[in-house]
C-alpha cells in the first residue's frame, strides 16, 4: 500500500494496483474530457476507484469543511492528481 499525506494535510491510502487498473484508465480519460458531463462523471469514478467509497468520503467532508461546508469537484480532483503524483513517485521508489 503507498500511503501519504497532501500538501493540504488530507491523509491516504492507495493499493499500488489501482495505478494500472483499466476502469482507473478509463476514469482518468473521461475526467480530463472535454464535455462537462463526462468529465464530471469521470472526476466521481476516478476519486472512488482511487480511494475507495470510506477514503472519498471523508476526503469530500474534509474538503467541505475547509470550503464553507461544500466540497467542489475542481478541488477534489485537483487533491486527486496531487495524490496520483504522490503515489506515481513512492510506487517507483518501491521498484527500486
Not at 472519498?56 to 467541505?64: I, M, N, R, S
Not at 464553507?68 to 521498484?95: L, P, R, W
Request: proline content about 1%.
Amino acid at each position: 500500500m503507498i500511503t501519504g499525506k497532501t500538501s493540504q494535510g488530507y491523509e491516504f491510502t492507495v493499493d499500488p494496483a489501482m495505478l494500472r487498473d483499466w476502469k482507473f484508465v478509463k476514469a482518468i480519460r473521461r475526467a480530463e474530457s472535454s464535455d462537462k458531463g463526462q468529465r464530471f462523471i469521470g472526476t466521481i469514478d476516478l476519486i472512488t476507484l482511487f480511494l475507495g467509497e470510506e477514503q472519498a468520503d471523508k476526503l469530500a467532508e474534509e474538503v467541505a469543511a475547509k470550503n464553507d461546508g461544500h466540497a467542489s469537484v475542481d478541488v477534489m480532483y485537483q487533491i486527486v492528481i496531487e495524490i496520483f503524483d504522490i503515489c506515481k513517485e513512492q510506487n517507483y521508489e518501491i521498484k527500486k
